[in-house]
């Protein structure tokens, strides 16, 4: 359906109030309500200082207001997730993770807020009394699959490092917010009245629905105080509210105490936790005549290989010469960029985990990276479909781990943020499944990211699984927050991220081609239909494509199918504007976000 204008009408008019920034936050929430469900027209944005793209007009305003009072791209950052946390629960939040990658000017750092397997968990924790795989819904619902959550912690160390403004100053949209209540949109009210199993928690249906089991309407406003006062508690003592004490304890025990599927956690994994910096990936790609460095997060998240590996290899097929037809990509592309993908799936089913725990190919992970490798994997994409590609070997060594089979995977909000100096990020932050693992804990979700590990520990020849559960390990993830620089004056580009499970990948390598290889604008590419595989048949967008495409790709043996692909892109790129440097917005049709900035 097509909204009538809210979310197009709230930007301009919070855009509309751009001055002078003062060095102090006073937040007021607009009265404007959150966009509807369905596909929404957005024309994109320009902006000339700043800019915030989030999943929730609500998010992105705090983020813009933050950055008006001075703050940086991470105090934006850590405003929008706080608020995401109210008004996009089934998505992300404070009980869940996040992987942000954050650009100062100088450097690129990886800040590693997965979650992680209790101490007390084992690689057969997904595992039936017969021994096989539990139905991945038995193993979602529940307290089993609830990780440690990481996603404050994570941010609480990237703010002490490049924040501005006092910690506690970013908690004020949220708490306001939490407080005063905010009015449910379409789409939040659309999911939880097709949601099956949040109503079983007792205090998150005593939140989300009526007495008659009938969710909440459009419009009514919906006050969340027990989250308000958690957020109280972190803004004025830190994560350690979070990870220690009564809030803690409400946590373990609402995991270890579910009637029906409880779970591990204990107080102490959740002391315990510790968030990582990693080594971002980067690979140099050549599009348009131009010359891009795009990075990307490195293992526990697959997104950054698999994104750089199929990139990679495009570049050596034509597809780098094949313009859009009619505004989309033809077969000929298509079929190129999922031959690609079924490759780069391939080696992501067999490498990819937690690096703590599991040894990259060759010795380093950017071994799947390198150009030699990706010409050698490219030269097996022929005329015809491979259906199902094997994974390569990208050093002297044969792996001893079995490939992961497939699992459902679903969930996660992005948000790309440029500060006025310069400062960028692309955060990607997630519970997992939609509404999580369906536990609330004091006004707030808890996600279900054990089950992002391979329930199967090992297959029938008894080779272990890379993504295998293992105490203390952070489960493979598909997110893929993303920054691209120009070459050679290492000038930032872009930012870009979706949610999306698996999918993660093809939303946000679709919007990187469409930028800098077709020249769109961020609106342009992430408003083009959805397409990948995963290693498996291709999968288009419902009713984006001509009949004659899926015609052809079929000629060319490869299994079609048509489905709803419903991404949630983010993405900021530097533009021109009458010779003027400016930041060019997009946010996907098919969700609610906006971007906004001065």
């Given at each position: 359906?097509?909204?009538?204008?809210?979310?197009?009408?709230?930007?301009?008019?919070?855009?509309?109030?751009?001055?002078?920034?003062?060095?102090?936050?006073?937040?007021?929430?607009?009265?404007?309500?959150?966009?509807?469900?369905?596909?929404?027209?957005?024309?994109?944005?320009?902006?000339?200082?700043?800019?915030?793209?989030?999943?929730?007009?609500?998010?992105?305003?705090?983020?813009?207001?933050?950055?008006?009072?001075?703050?940086?791209?991470?105090?934006?950052?850590?405003?929008?997730?706080?608020?995401?946390?109210?008004?996009?629960?089934?998505?992300?939040?404070?009980?869940?993770?996040?992987?942000?990658?954050?650009?100062?000017?100088?450097?690129?750092?990886?800040?590693?807020?997965?979650?992680?397997?209790?101490?007390?968990?084992?690689?057969?924790?997904?595992?039936?009394?017969?021994?096989?795989?539990?139905?991945?819904?038995?193993?979602?619902?529940?307290?089993?699959?609830?990780?440690?959550?990481?996603?404050?912690?994570?941010?609480?160390?990237?703010?002490?490092?490049?924040?501005?403004?006092?910690?506690?100053?970013?908690?004020?949209?949220?708490?306001?917010?939490?407080?005063?209540?905010?009015?449910?949109?379409?789409?939040?009210?659309?999911?939880?009245?097709?949601?099956?199993?949040l109503r079983k928690d007792p205090v998150a249906a005593a939140y989300f629905y009526r007495a008659d089991g009938e969710p909440h309407a459009?419009?009514?406003?919906?006050?969340?105080?027990?989250?308000?006062?958690?957020?109280?508690?972190?803004?004025?003592?830190?994560?350690?509210?979070?990870?220690?004490?009564?809030?803690?304890?409400?946590?373990?025990?609402?995991?270890?105490?579910?009637?029906?599927?409880?779970?591990?956690?204990?107080?102490?994994?959740?002391?315990?936790?510790?968030?990582?910096?990693?080594?971002?990936?980067?690979?140099?790609?050549?599009?348009?005549?131009?010359?891009?460095?795009?990075?990307?997060?490195?293992?526990?998240?697959?997104?950054?290989?698999?994104?750089?590996?199929?990139?990679?290899?495009?570049?050596?097929?034509?597809?780098?010469?094949?313009?859009?037809?009619?505004?989309?990509?033809?077969?000929?592309?298509?079929?190129?960029?999922?031959?690609?993908?079924?490759?780069?799936?391939?080696?992501?089913?067999?490498?990819?985990?937690?690096?703590?725990?599991?040894?990259?190919?060759?010795?380093?992970?950017?071994?799947?990276?390198?150009?030699?490798?990706?010409?050698?994997?490219?030269?097996?994409?022929?005329?015809?479909?491979?259906?199902?590609?094997?994974?390569?070997?990208?050093?002297?060594?044969?792996?001893?781990?079995?490939?992961?089979?497939?699992?459902?995977?679903?969930?996660?909000?992005?948000?790309?943020?440029?500060?006025?100096?310069?400062?960028?990020?692309?955060?990607?932050?997630?519970?997992?499944?939609?509404?999580?693992?369906?536990?609330?804990?004091?006004?707030?979700?808890?996600?279900?990211?054990?089950?992002?590990?391979?329930?199967?520990?090992?297959?029938?020849?008894?080779?272990?699984?890379?993504?295998?559960?293992?105490?203390?390990?952070?489960?493979?993830?598909?997110?893929?927050?993303?920054?691209?620089?120009?070459?050679?004056?290492?000038?930032?580009?872009?930012?870009?991220?979706?949610?999306?499970?698996?999918?993660?990948?093809?939303?946000?390598?679709?919007?990187?081609?469409?930028?800098?290889?077709?020249?769109?604008?961020?609106?342009?590419?992430?408003?083009?239909?959805?397409?990948?595989?995963?290693?498996?048949?291709?999968?288009?967008?419902?009713?984006?494509?001509?009949?004659?495409?899926?015609?052809?790709?079929?000629?060319?043996?490869?299994?079609?199918?048509?489905?709803?692909?419903?991404?949630?892109?983010?993405?900021?790129?530097?533009?021109?504007?009458?010779?003027?440097?400016?930041?060019?917005?997009?946010?996907?049709?098919?969700?609610?976000?906006?971007?906004?900035?001065?």
């Amino acid at each position: 359906m097509r909204a009538p204008i809210a979310v197009l009408a709230l930007a301009a008019l919070l855009a509309a109030c751009a001055g002078p920034a003062p060095r102090n936050l006073r937040y007021e929430p607009p009265d404007q309500p959150e966009a509807a469900s369905g596909t929404i027209d957005k024309p994109g944005w320009t902006t000339r200082r700043t800019a915030v793209a989030a999943a929730n007009p609500l998010a992105t305003d705090a983020g813009h207001q933050v950055l008006r009072a001075g703050g940086s791209a991470v105090d934006a950052a850590i405003a929008v997730q706080m608020v995401l946390t109210l008004v996009e629960p089934q998505s992300s939040g404070i009980g869940g993770g996040a992987f942000l990658l954050h650009w100062d000017g100088r450097r690129v750092q990886a800040y590693d807020g997965r979650e992680t397997a209790p101490a007390a968990a084992d690689e057969r924790l997904f595992l039936a009394a017969d021994g096989r795989p539990m139905p991945f819904v038995e193993a979602v619902v529940g307290g089993r699959a609830v990780g440690v959550p990481g996603a404050v912690r994570m941010l609480e160390l990237a703010h002490r490092e490049h924040g501005r403004l006092p910690w506690a100053t970013l908690f004020q949209p949220a708490i306001r917010l939490a407080e005063d209540g905010f009015p449910i949109g379409s789409r939040l009210h659309t999911l939880l009245k097709a949601e099956q199993h949040l109503r079983k928690d007792p205090v998150a249906a005593a939140y989300f629905y009526r007495a008659d089991g009938e969710p909440h309407a459009v419009g009514t406003r919906l006050r969340n105080p027990q989250l308000a006062a958690v957020l109280r508690r972190i803004a004025a003592d830190g994560s350690h509210a979070l990870h220690e004490g009564d809030i803690a304890q409400a946590i373990v025990e609402k995991v270890r105490s579910h009637p029906t599927n409880p779970g591990r956690l204990t107080l102490a994994d959740l002391a315990g936790y510790q968030p990582r910096k990693r080594e971002a990936l980067c690979t140099d790609w050549r599009a348009q005549e131009r010359d891009w460095r795009v990075c990307g997060f490195p293992p526990p998240s697959s997104g950054g290989i698999a994104v750089g590996q199929i990139l990679g290899m495009l570049a050596h097929t034509p597809a780098t010469t094949l313009p859009l037809q009619d505004g989309l990509p033809s077969a000929d592309w298509l079929h190129l960029y999922t031959e690609a993908a079924r490759l780069a799936f391939a080696d992501r089913a067999q490498y990819l985990g937690d690096p703590d725990f599991v040894q990259p190919p060759a010795g380093r992970w950017a071994s799947l990276l390198d150009p030699a490798y990706l010409a050698q994997r490219a030269s097996l994409i022929g005329p015809q479909s491979m259906k199902v590609a094997q994974p390569g070997q990208p050093g002297a060594l044969r792996t001893s781990h079995a490939p992961m089979p497939d699992q459902p995977e679903s969930g996660t909000s992005h948000i790309s943020i440029v500060d006025a100096d310069g400062n960028a990020l692309a955060l990607t932050t997630t519970i997992e499944d939609q509404f999580g693992a369906r536990q609330m804990v004091r006004g707030f979700l808890l996600n279900n990211e054990l089950t992002d590990f391979s329930f199967a520990p090992a297959d029938a020849q008894g080779r272990p699984v890379a993504n295998r559960v293992e105490p203390g390990k952070r489960p493979r993830s598909s997110m893929a927050p993303t920054l691209v620089f120009e070459q050679p004056s290492g000038r930032l580009a872009m930012s870009a991220g979706s949610p999306g499970g698996a999918w993660i990948i093809h939303y946000t390598a679709k919007t990187l081609v469409g930028v800098l290889q077709w020249g769109l604008t961020p609106q342009q590419a992430v408003g083009l239909p959805n397409f990948g595989s995963l290693n498996g048949p291709t999968l288009l967008e419902d009713k984006r494509f001509p009949a004659s495409t899926l015609e052809a790709l079929r000629a060319r043996g490869a299994e079609v199918r048509e489905q709803p692909l419903t991404s949630g892109l983010q993405a900021i790129s530097r533009g021109q504007v009458n010779g003027e440097p400016v930041w060019l917005g997009g946010a996907d049709p098919r969700r609610e976000g906006v971007v906004l900035g001065d």
